[in-house]
């Protein structure tokens, strides 16, 4: 157990090194894949904040998505991720800290990061992404719907603390049990899209 404010890129970079990486799915996460898949606007700027080994944005460069940015400010995670995906443009591989990002996105997808930051941090994440994003851009992607029996990462959360977070900046487009989590996250994620108002 991690005092939460001790959740800096050290600590994630030890996971890294440790091999613990309960998160890593070892491939595009089948939601993620399905959304992306529906998308005919190649030319989106979309941003994968937290992406550890980054399947999901080697995915949509492969996908011929043309503006795919990776970030993650560990740098074991971005190491492991260019030697998965070797042919990832380099300008587009940030390996900084999300919060002192400054950028315009269109489209932010999530995926086990926000359940990655201490709690204290959820109204900034949300904060972020509003502004991080060109108006009318969307968050896709997953989160858990309910708390774990021991303190995480990851940390839980439930539909409702979710929507408060959310129902400020953005209309919900899609909220609901994800169909296609994979087997040991099945009826646990929520698949989201919400859109900047
Ligand atoms: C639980 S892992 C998830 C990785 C990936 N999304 C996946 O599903 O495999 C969380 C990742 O977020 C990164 N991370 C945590 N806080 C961050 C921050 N403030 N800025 C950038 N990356 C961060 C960590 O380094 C770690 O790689």
Not at 22 to 49: E, F, H, M, V
Not at 58 to 70: D, H, I, M, P, T
Not at 112 to 136: I, M, V
Request: charged share 20%.
């Amino acid at each position: 157990m991690e005092p939460q404010n001790n959740l800096n890129s050290a600590y994630w970079s030890r996971q890294y090194l440790s091999g613990r990486q309960g998160w890593d799915i070892g491939y595009p996460s089948p939601a993620i894949k399905a959304y992306l898949d529906q998308l005919t606007n190649k030319n989106l700027r979309i941003l994968l904040p937290g992406a550890g080994k980054g399947w999901e944005a080697g995915y949509a460069f492969r996908e011929g998505f043309s503006q795919v940015y990776y970030l993650d400010f560990s740098p074991l995670a971005v190491k492991a991720f260019k030697n998965i995906y070797p042919e990832f443009p380099e300008e587009n591989i940030l390996g900084t800290d999300f919060f002192s990002l400054s950028a315009t996105f269109d489209l932010i997808i999530e995926q086990t990061f926000f359940s990655s930051l201490p709690r204290s941090k959820r109204n900034e994440w949300a904060d972020k992404c509003y502004n991080l994003l060109a108006k009318g851009g969307k968050i896709a992607g997953l989160l858990f719907n309910h708390e774990f029996i021991f303190d995480g990462p990851p940390f839980g959360g439930s539909p409702k603390e979710y929507l408060g977070l959310l129902e400020t900046g953005f209309e919900i487009l899609t909220f609901e049990t994800a169909y296609n989590s994979i087997k040991p996250r099945s009826e646990r994620e929520i698949f989201f899209i919400v859109r900047k108002k």
